[in-house]
């Protein structure tokens, strides 16, 4: 079994900067992609930002220069850098990864989400 476990969401001022976790851990041979994903109350879930295992990143244009992803393959974690949040961020995060698991098998999986908050 694969687990993903998010962590660092909360309430934030417009402005202020925030840290994303997602740990991974389980049954995994090789981690391909790592992401993350938001989705506000009644729009679909959107693609954030995400990492190859060769480090290459991609941005929605609607973070790109204020949001940072980064992975350590060490730890098999995946980290979102957010700067100059602003009300509309407001969402629930996901972090995806598409992994090999021991058994060679190639899987999508999802943590249950981290609810981030910015005030105006």
């Known amino acids: 079994q694969v687990r993903l476990m998010e962590s660092g969401g909360g309430l934030v001022q417009a402005g202020g900067s925030l840290r994303l976790s997602c740990a991974v851990s389980?049954?995994?041979?090789?981690?391909?992609?790592m992401g993350w994903y938001r989705q506000a109350p009644g729009k679909q879930r959107e693609l954030v930002a995400r990492?190859?295992?060769?480090?290459?990143?991609s941005y929605a244009d609607s973070v790109k220069g204020r949001f940072t992803i980064s992975r350590d393959n060490a730890k098999n974690m995946v980290y979102l850098h957010m700067n100059s949040l602003k009300p509309e961020d407001t969402s629930i995060y996901y972090c995806?990864?598409?992994?090999?698991?021991?058994?060679?098998?190639?899987?999508?999986?999802w943590g249950k989400g981290t609810l981030v908050t910015v005030s105006s």
């Open positions: 389980g049954s995994i041979f090789r981690i391909n992609v």
């Open positions: 995806n990864v598409n992994l090999l698991t021991v058994a060679r098998e190639g899987m999508d999986y």
């Open positions: 990492i190859s295992s060769g480090g290459s990143t």
